[in-house]
C-alpha cells in the first residue's frame, strides 16, 4: 500500500520510515503540497529464483583459467 507523507514528517521520523521501507512499504514525498518523488524498497538479489546467480560465483571447472603468472605480468604481456 502507498501513502504519502511530507518531506517534514520524514524528516522527523526517518528511522521508523526507513525500517517500514524495508518491510516493503512505499511512500510519495510531498513538499508544498506537491509530489516529488517516491521513496520504494530496493530491488534485492533476495527477489531472484534462488540460484540463480550459482553460475557467477561458482563457474564450471573448464571456464577457469589457470596460469603460474601473476594477473599483473599477463595484463603486461597483453599490453606489449
Known amino acids: 500500500m502507498e501513502q504519502t507523507i511530507s ?7 526517518l528511522p521508523s ?3 517500514r521501507v524495508e518491510k516493503g512499504e512505499r511512500f510519495t514525498l510531498i513538499y ?10 530496493h530491488r534485492s538479489l533476495k527477489l531472484l529464483p534462488k ?3 550459482k553460475p557467477w560465483t561458482n563457474p564450471p571447472k573448464h571456464l577457469l583459467f589457470s596460469s603460474n603468472k601473476s594477473a599483473v605480468d599477463i ?5 606489449k
Open 17 to 19: 520510515i526507513l525500517e
Open 7 to 13: 518531506v517534514k514528517e520524514l524528516r522527523l521520523k
Open 75 to 79: 595484463v603486461r604481456e597483453l599490453r
Open 32 to 41: 508544498r503540497s506537491k509530489p516529488i518523488g517516491d521513496l520504494v524498497p
Open 51 to 53: 540460484g540463480a546467480l
